[in-house]
């Protein structure tokens, strides 16, 4: 069985933007103002801040994408010096978000293995071949 576990946003407390999710969106900030795209003046912001809190080596391969485990240093060093605003700039773009605390599903549900063969490629029928179970 599979099991599929919503979670109502507003229960979450203490949540901020996921550090691997952090260096991916600061290295297309870079790559955008490199190849001379509009960078806005909050993405200049979160540009100083990365300069100010990464060493010069860091700050380069979050720039030039060294590997996906300098991205995630990157983010892990710069949230600490993020704002509330800026940290929902990272989850609004599409950084996961990590939560503190116990999160409580609103609902729960089942799916056979065996019915999955019925779902459409799109989803669009999970809820009638899945289970409520909570």
Known sequence: ?????????????????????????MNKIL?????????????????????????P??????????DYGDLAMAGKKMIPALT????????????HIAHTGIIKPSEAWKIDFNKIKNLKRNGSTFFKVAERIK
């Not at 509330?84 to 950084?95: E, L, M, P, S």
């Open 31 to 55: 790559s955008n103002q490199t190849s001379g795209f509009p960078v806005s003046d909050f993405e200049k912001n979160l540009i100083s801040i990365a300069q100010r809190v990464l060493t």
């Open 57 to 66: 080596l860091q700050f380069k391969k979050l720039k030039d994408y060294g």
């Open 84 to 95: 509330d605003a800026q940290k929902f700039y990272f989850i609004d773009k599409g950084a």
């Open 1 to 25: 069985f599979g099991y599929l576990f919503v979670i109502n946003g507003n229960d979450l407390k203490d949540i901020e933007p996921d550090e691997d999710g952090v260096g991916e969106i």
